[in-house]
Each structure stands twice: as structure tokens, then as C-alpha cells.
């Protein structure tokens, strides 16, 4: 091993061992703020946000600057490559379960995208969706809207997760027996009602300067997807790429199995692209049961997708 080798090496370690002091005063910060106040306005490389003290998701953008920033940036940059996406600061994306607007403003903040339609049922999220586009100035840039997206128009059971304002989940029957095992104390969330309706019949409320322009669908809903994905079908015969989460123990929990969610994405995609050893890897939609048995049904197991 050469000097150089081992003064990069150094150098490395050193850079990592200072990045992992800070995140550390920063939660230590986070922790204390949390006994005086019950929320916070601060600056990230996606934006100004103003997030409750008592969020899982919020520390981690308070801590380490970013939320998915990198997933974001890497995404659209693969899509631009493959030619499936507008240049840099062209489009708009569609961000359902938009939270308090992380990947929307982050997505226009950067300078990816160009506008931005948010899609959040949950009324606190809501508010500070609003908020949080109002402080970045781009309230012309971005609609926001307060559903959750189904398959049909109506009213859904959505319960509340009391750490994670971004683990709310619609709940799609009120006996939770018939959903798989409960990992993580889903029967005692608190549970309210939310507004919801199809992706197709919320767009074709917007002016046509924003739905022609949409480039890329950004979705995640917790297992929801196959729900959000049947009423998405006109938008989604237009071949515009999705990214996705893939979850498979939120699925099996609003009662879609592996078989159902597989189905309609055969019917609506022919591939999907995984994150392999720093890039993307595209394999035929007939292999996604294979992603499902990778993952398995563990609690803390899933991955990002993008279907194409």
C-alpha cells in the first residue's frame, strides 16, 4: 500500500468521522428543541421547511440536510439517460403522498423539475405542504391537493402513525385480522376520515399547462400503490415513468396480495429498474415476483423502484 493510498484513506476517515459528529449534535439539538417547542423552520439542500419535533422523517432531514435528495437526483438523471425524461428544469412531477412536500420542493428547489403537483390527505401534513411551498416562493409553481389517490371516488379509513408523519397508511377495512400479521401496533393508531378519488379525475380538474407537462410520477403511499396505480390508468398509458416504493408487508396490510399488485403492473408496464451497486439495473415485469421474494415480508424490507 502506497503513502498516498494511505493518506486518501485518512483523509476518508476523517471526513466520515466528522460527518458522523455532526449528525450527532444535530439530533442531540433535535432532542432538546423537542422539550421547549412543538415545531422548527430551517434551511436543507432541498429547501426551507418547517416540520413537527415529534417526526421520525423531519430528524432525519434536520440531521443529515436531505431526504432522498440522492434517490431523487439519481432517478431522474437515470431517466434522462434512457431518454425518458425532460432536460433538467423542464416538466413537472406528480408526488402522491407528498408528506410536507420533501420531494416537491426539493424537486424545484434543485432546479430538476419545473412545477409540481402534490397530492397529501392527511390534514397536518397538508398544512405544512402548503407552508412549505409558500416560504419557497413557489406557490405558482405547484398545485397541491388534499386526497389520498384510490381507485375510486369516496372516503377512506386513514390511520395515523404518532412518530412518523410519513408511515400514515390508508386502512381498507376496519377488521385488521384479515391483513397479515401487525408489526408494528397498527390497530391502536388513531384513525380518521380523508377524502379521496382517482389520479385521472384529480388531474382533469388542473389546466392543461400542468397535466401536459407531466414527466414523472413519484408515489409513495405505503403499500397503497396498486390501489393509487388502478386509477391512474389513462395518465399511466401515456408512458410516464414512475418511481415507487415497494413494500411488500404494506401491501399485504391494506389487503392487496403479491399476485394482485404483480398483475397490474404486468398490465401496465413492461419493466422496472432497481438500484444495483450504485446504478440502475432494468429487468422484464414478468420478474418482479422475484423482487417480492427478495424482499420478503419483513417489516424494515423494501426497495425503490422505477417501473417504465
Known amino acids: 500500500m502506497t503513502l498516498r493510498t494511505l493518506t486518501i484513506k485518512s483523509l476518508v476517515f476523517a471526513i466520515e468521522t466528522l460527518k458522523r459528529a455532526y449528525v450527532g449534535l444535530r439530533s442531540l439539538c433535535w432532542i432538546m428543541m423537542g422539550k421547549f417547542r412543538k415545531s422548527i423552520t430551517f434551511s436543507t439542500k432541498q429547501g426551507v421547511f418547517t416540520v413537527l419535533l415529534t417526526d421520525e422523517l423531519s430528524r432525519s432531514l434536520y440531521c443529515h440536510g436531505q431526504w432522498e435528495l440522492d434517490l431523487m437526483s439519481d432517478t431522474l438523471a437515470f431517466l434522462r439517460s434512457i431518454q425518458r425524461c425532460p432536460p433538467k428544469g423542464e416538466g413537472t412531477i406528480v408526488d402522491i403522498g407528498a408528506n410536507n412536500g420533501v420531494i416537491t420542493i426539493g424537486a424545484l428547489h434543485t432546479g430538476e423539475l419545473e412545477r409540481a403537483i402534490a ?96 414527466s414523472v410520477i413519484w408515489v409513495d403511499v405505503q403499500g397503497y400503490e396498486g390501489h393509487v396505480f388502478m386509477g391512474a390508468r389513462d395518465l399511466l398509458s401515456k408512458g410516464i415513468p414512475v418511481n415507487c416504493e415497494i413494500w411488500p408487508y404494506g401491501i399485504r396490510r391494506v389487503g392487496m396480495s403479491q399476485e394482485q399488485f404483480c398483475g397490474i403492473a ?24 422475484i423482487l417480492f421474494d427478495e424482499l420478503g415480508y419483513d417489516y424494515d424490507s423494501a426497495a425503490n423502484v422505477i417501473f417504465i
Request: hydrophobic share 35%.
Open 266 to 289: 404486468r398490465s401496465l408496464w413492461s419493466y422496472y429498474c432497481v438500484m444495483r451497486r450504485g446504478k440502475f439495473v432494468r429487468y422484464p415485469m414478468d420478474m418482479l415476483d
Open 119 to 214: 397530492v397529501e390527505p392527511d390534514p397536518q401534513n397538508f398544512s405544512l405542504l402548503l407552508r412549505n411551498v409558500d416560504q419557497n416562493g413557489l406557490r405558482d409553481r405547484v398545485v397541491c391537493l388534499p386526497y389520498a389517490v384510490s381507485d375510486q371516488k369516496g372516503e377512506l379509513l386513514f390511520e395515523l402513525s404518532h412518530t412518523n408523519l410519513g408511515d400514515h397508511r390508508v386502512r381498507t377495512t376496519p377488521d385488521l385480522a384479515n391483513q397479515g400479521p401487525e408489526l408494528d401496533h397498527e390497530s391502536e393508531r388513531r384513525v380518521i376520515v380523508v377524502k379521496a378519488d382517482r389520479l385521472d379525475t384529480l388531474l382533469s380538474t388542473l389546466p392543461a399547462t400542468m397535466t401536459r407537462g407531466i
